[in-house]
């Protein structure tokens, strides 16, 4: 009976749009319904409509479900929007295996896979902040620090790594990286790594951070002072001295910009990745003095939250 109902009111939705004269369709697949995807979509939308452009947006919600998902791609596929937009990386991934004939922009997504970025049809913006614009304010607030410690699997997040030991060298640090093939070595990974190292460095990495092994690393850094560097302001709230965030709203602007691009006839596979621009500071005072670091005031006041 629901999935009646919900195909009905998708067969109104798409008779609604065809007879809707210069309306842009936009298909909209969120992985599951959250603020920061809903800020995107935001973000989005008023960038096409500052730009003169008149878009119809078609909400989804995948709510995590793969067969919902499939159910929800195969019909999008059908009905050949203008345009796609995914956000998540649940929703990117469903839409990239199902669907090649029509344009998708994806935002908010973390690390994109090799195969996302090799598809003809689609283009976006990852989540991922700049390893040199983490460093640089790492060097703001330690400026004496000069080994970064960071633990990874090599499978998962070889290029990561990579890409962070150049931006390291560039502000003239080193970082030490030391391999994990699965969550039951961090412990003993952690504590080789810690001896040799000034602080840790957090990267998007499923097999190292499980939340048994988050949890452990973030105690295991407050008892032994070492600055954590999270990956985002829940990291910085569970106890990581920092985070450089992400502005949502703006993820969605430029996942316009794209979309825009691609209405103005560029094809996605012109189209670079594009990765954050405005990238809030977030700090933690109250680690800060456990681990006896005393941050500037002028760091302090430039940053978007400050937990006491």
């Known amino acids: 009976m629901k999935k009646s109902i919900y195909l009905i009111l998708l067969f109104l939705l798409f008779a609604g749009y065809a007879s809707g004269a210069n309306r842009t369709i936009i298909v909209v697949i969120k992985s599951k319904n959250i603020a920061p995807y809903n800020q995107a979509i935001e973000g989005f939308e008023e960038y096409l409509k500052g730009k003169g452009i008149n878009p119809w947006l078609v909400p989804y919600d995948i709510e995590g479900d793969d067969r919902k998902a499939v159910e929800i791609i195969d019909e999008v596929r059908q009905k050949k929007p203008d345009l796609i937009l995914t956000l998540g990386t649940t929703a990117t991934e469903a839409a990239a295996a199902r669907i090649r004939n029509i344009p998708i922009v994806f935002t908010v997504v973390l690390n994109p896979a090799g195969n996302l970025r090799s598809h003809e049809n689609m283009t976006g913006v990852a989540m991922d902040i700049p390893p040199i614009a983490q460093f640089e304010v790492v060097k703001s607030i330690l400026p004496g620090a000069k080994r970064i410690g960071v633990l990874y699997n090599p ?154």
Do not use: C
């Open 155 to 308: 499978v998962e997040t070889g290029q990561v790594v990579e890409n962070a030991r150049d931006a390291a060298v560039r502000v003239g640090m080193t970082l030490i990286a030391v391999s994990v093939a699965s969550g039951k070595e961090v412990p003993q990974k952690l504590e080789e790594l810690s001896k040799k190292v000034d602080l840790l460095y957090m990267i998007a990495d499923s097999t190292v951070y499980t939340p048994k092994s988050t949890e452990f690393i973030l105690i295991h850094s407050l008892k032994n002072g070492i600055p954590f560097i999270g990956l985002s302001e829940k990291y910085v709230k569970a106890g990581a001295l920092l985070a450089l965030s992400w502005d949502y709203n703006d993820l969605g602007t430029q996942a316009g910009e794209l979309a825009y691009k691609i209405i103005q006839n560029a094809r996605p596979d012109e189209l670079s990745i594009a990765y954050p621009r405005n990238i809030p500071l977030i700090l933690n005072l109250r680690t800060a003095r456990n681990i006896g670091i005393k941050i500037p005031s002028t760091i302090i006041r430039k940053a978007e939250k400050v937990y006491e």
